[in-house]
């Protein structure tokens, strides 16, 4: 089993150790992409937490027969931090 199919076989068992394996390997790449996309260090901390809390409920999202979870993360990053249009 891949190191990517290990810790989300991990995750969908609710190891919380994973999680924050997952968190310690990734981070840096979710945040280093929401502050080049947002400009703000203060959002992109924010998408940081939304992107490993994603993770975190729905562990079943991420599938690594897809990609690496480094990937998916950062596909979750850009995704979070894209402006949002909306009417008000």
């Known amino acids: 089993m891949s190191g990517d199919a290990a810790l989300a076989a991990r995750l969908v068992a609710g190891d919380a150790g994973a999680l924050a394996d997952a968190y310690d390997a990734h981070s840096p ?7 080049k996309v947002t400009g703000s ?3 992109a901390a924010e998408v940081t937490r939304e992107v ?9 999202s991420y599938d690594p027969r ?3 979870l480094r990937g998916w993360l950062v596909s979750r990053a850009l995704h979070e931090s894209a ?3 909306g009417v008000s």
């Open 29 to 35: 790449y979710v945040y280093g992409v929401a502050v």
């Open 83 to 85: 402006p949002r249009s």
């Open 52 to 60: 490993f809390a994603a993770l975190w409920e729905r562990p079943l």
């Open 66 to 68: 897809l990609g690496s």
């Open 41 to 43: 260090p203060e959002h």
